[in-house]
């Protein structure tokens, strides 16, 4: 089955600075990849996602790149504010279309 | 659009009882329903995954027997926690999936078991 790698699992950034959350993905088959912020005790927040015929995809200060040759796709945050402290979680879909989510980046964005 | 719905939002049970928790899609038809758990600080790991009308499909490790899913109409899906002791205790999340936009999950709010 699909297996979901991600890093790093803390990110500690400056506010302004930029953040990056890399994940890895097994299954040459998946074909959506979805990202999410969840806040503590909250439910998953879909921030952005990309299909497998793109390579970019961007939406304000997020963007999420992808490399299906590596099977590897990552989020850009770029200038970075106190209220994008939360926790990450990188998802790819298997075969079935069932997500295989990533173990999470909890990032913590100080002023 | 796409509004997902669980209640409840909190329960605490004692060892021994069965809980219920329902998860409903509030404006679209959601011809396939997910469950998830979610420990403190890990990621969501699926439980099961139920499609209207049929049985529900469990995930490796997850006791059908202890975890009953009915999936008994496009807007409603309950999972019953049967038997639940402090173990169980976790965020149980659902979402919910439409025909179109075949890949799109739409997740509830969560619930929060705790089991005494």
């Known amino acids: 089955g699909e297996n979901v790698e991600q890093h790093p699992s803390t990110l500690s950034v400056q506010e302004g600075d930029s953040a990056v959350i890399k994940c890895t993905y097994s299954d040459s088959a998946s074909n959506y990849f979805p990202w999410y912020k969840q806040e503590l005790g909250k439910r998953p927040q879909l921030i952005i996602d990309i299909r497998s015929n793109v390579g970019e995809k961007k939406d304000q200060r997020i963007a999420v790149t992808l490399n299906k040759t590596a099977k590897h796709f990552s989020l850009h945050i770029t200038e970075t504010q106190p209220e994008d402290s939360a926790v990450y979680f990188c998802?790819?879909?298997?075969?079935?279309?069932?997500?295989?989510f990533g173990a999470g980046t909890q990032v913590v964005v100080t002023p | 659009g796409a509004v997902v719905s669980q209640h409840p939002s909190r329960v605490i049970c004692k060892s021994g009882t069965s809980v219920k928790i329902e998860c409903r899609s509030l404006d679209f038809q959601a011809t396939t329903m997910f469950w998830y758990r979610q420990f403190p600080k890990q990621s969501l790991m699926l439980m099961a995954t139920?499609?209207?009308?049929?049985?529900?499909?469990?995930e490796q490790g997850v006791e059908k027997d202890k975890f009953l899913i009915n999936h008994a109409s496009l807007t409603l899906s309950t999972l019953t926690v049967t038997s639940a002791h402090p173990e169980d205790s976790s965020f149980y999340i659902c979402?919910?999936?439409?025909?179109?936009?075949?890949?799109?999950?739409?997740f509830g709010p969560g619930t929060r078991l705790t089991v005494l």
């Open positions: 979402s919910a999936r439409s025909g179109q936009g075949y890949n799109e999950q739409f």
């Open positions: 139920s499609n209207e009308g049929s049985k529900a499909t469990y």
């Open positions: 998802a790819a879909t298997d075969s079935w279309g069932k997500f295989q």
